[in-house]
């Protein structure tokens, strides 16, 4: 079984439960993903599927990929992913992962790209203090010291300084999955996900 489905945020709204509680959720239509490739530990040395999602339009495919799907015999998809699995052999190229995969499933671990926020300073990067506002004073918003004197006479790694923020890979683990609408392909987690709308999200089994 492929523990993993691709899909789209399209955002936010709330449901009631069973107990007439507003739960806030984040709608992702996920699938259906086809299985583009089977990799084997004879073959490959570990088990894992490529999965692909999205459509695109035979003209924005290259040469090497167009030859990859065709190869295996399914039409080109805009996204791939390898996902892990016990035993590929139980697979093959053109299966069909769909969200009906996850009515039994409790909770999903979502992976996407948080939004960029571009070049921010350490108060907004980092949760820094502000210096006094007073009159005279000339540091509302620097960074302060960054080091030591002649010792080590460098700035060391990792040092929490301003620059890029966001646009990273994010994983949220153990969201309850809310509810699952196979005709439509939409994924109903509770709480939010990474990334903006319409962003490319990765949803697995927790």
């Known amino acids: 079984m492929v523990s993993t489905i691709l899909g789209r945020k399209i ?3 709330q449901v009631w439960d069973e107990d007439d509680n ?8 996920a699938g ?4 583009s490739q089977v990799k084997t530990k ?3 040395g570990y088990d894992a599927v490529q999965i692909g999602f999205g459509d695109i339009t035979p003209k924005h495919v290259n040469k090497p990929m167009a030859g990859h799907f065709k190869a295996h015999g399914v039409e080109p998809m805009r996204y791939l992913r390898e996902v892990r699995v016990e035993n590929g052999e139980e697979h093959k190229c053109g299966d069909q992962v769909t969200v009906a995969d996850f009515a039994d499933v409790k909770a999903v671990d979502v992976i996407g790209t948080s939004k960029g926020k571009g070049f921010q300073g350490t108060i907004k990067r980092w949760n820094f ?3 006094p506002m007073a ?6 918003r620097k960074p302060g010291s960054i080091g030591q004197c002649a010792y080590p006479a460098r700035v060391r790694k990792g040092l929490h300084m301003a620059g890029h923020m966001g646009n990273e890979r994010v994983t949220v683990k153990n969201l309850k999955l809310v509810r699952v609408d ?22 697995r089994m927790a």
């Not at 507003?22 to 239509?29: A, E, G, N, R, Y």
């Not at 259906?32 to 299985?35: A, K, N, S």
């Not at 009159?135 to 509302?140: A, L, T, W």
């Open 42 to 44: 004879v073959t490959d």
């Open 182 to 203: 196979a005709e439509q392909n939409l994924l109903l987690v509770k709480g939010a996900v990474p990334g903006g709308k319409n962003g490319l999200v990765q949803v």
């Open 135 to 140: 009159h005279g004073s000339r540091n509302q």
């Open 129 to 131: 203090s502000r210096g």
């Open 22 to 29: 507003v739960v806030p959720v984040t709608v992702i239509l």
């Open 32 to 35: 259906p993903c086809t299985v």
């Open 11 to 13: 955002g936010m709204t």
